[in-house]
């Protein structure tokens, strides 16, 4: 073999080099534009079904299986009973299958958390509606009203002094709703 075919193999070595790293480099473009196209939902869509851990934004930290996604709320099914978590408390989740998506669109149901509560409220359920972290104050009772951001929780309070019971209605906020739990 001479010098000239030496060199021009040590070119095409290079230039299929070249090539390769290329062609690398717009896989990999490619697939960070892609992940850019992917909603939190999208991702959370292809876990139901799936034993997911979540922690809220209150320190909170939940474990169940992933059975509904909404529009801005999850539901998992845990062994303390049924957990409506917004996904504005949502800090993190993990479990599941990391490297899936599903389009929302495609599984999720397009009620809100309202219509959640609604539907608790038709169903008379007593519930528990966490507002911060451990230490935070827990509401329980059965929702009576929901309006477009608040709903109304029919809360029996007992009065340590006295003895007594007392009925009062507590207006919540949607945004103050860490977790509702169901039993």
């Known amino acids: 073999m001479n010098n000239l075919d030496l060199l021009l193999r040590d070119y095409e070595i290079q230039l299929d080099e070249s090539r390769r790293l290329t062609y690398e480099a717009d896989a990999a473009e490619v697939r960070r534009s892609e992940a850019a196209k992917i909603y939190l939902a999208d991702r959370l869509a292809a876990q139901i079904g799936q034993l997911l851990v979540v922690h809220g934004l209150n320190s ?10 909404g529009l801005g709320w999850i539901q998992l099914e845990s062994s303390a009973g049924n957990l409506i978590v917004p996904l504005v408390s949502l800090m993190w989740w993990e479990g599941g299958d990391n490297k899936s998506f599903t389009s929302a669109q495609e599984v999720s149901r397009k009620l809100t ?65 860490a977790v509702l739990h169901t039993r």
């Open 60 to 69: 909170e930290i939940w474990r169940g299986t992933l059975k509904n996604i």
């Open 113 to 177: 958390l309202g219509y959640v509560l609604r539907a608790l409220a038709a169903s008379q359920q007593t519930v528990s509606i966490s507002h911060g972290g451990p230490d935070s104050p827990l509401t329980e009772g059965r929702i009576t009203t929901v309006g477009a951001d608040y709903c109304e929780l029919f809360v029996q309070r007992i009065e340590a002094k006295e003895g007594t019971q007392r009925n009062e209605v507590r207006v919540i906020p949607f945004g103050a709703i």
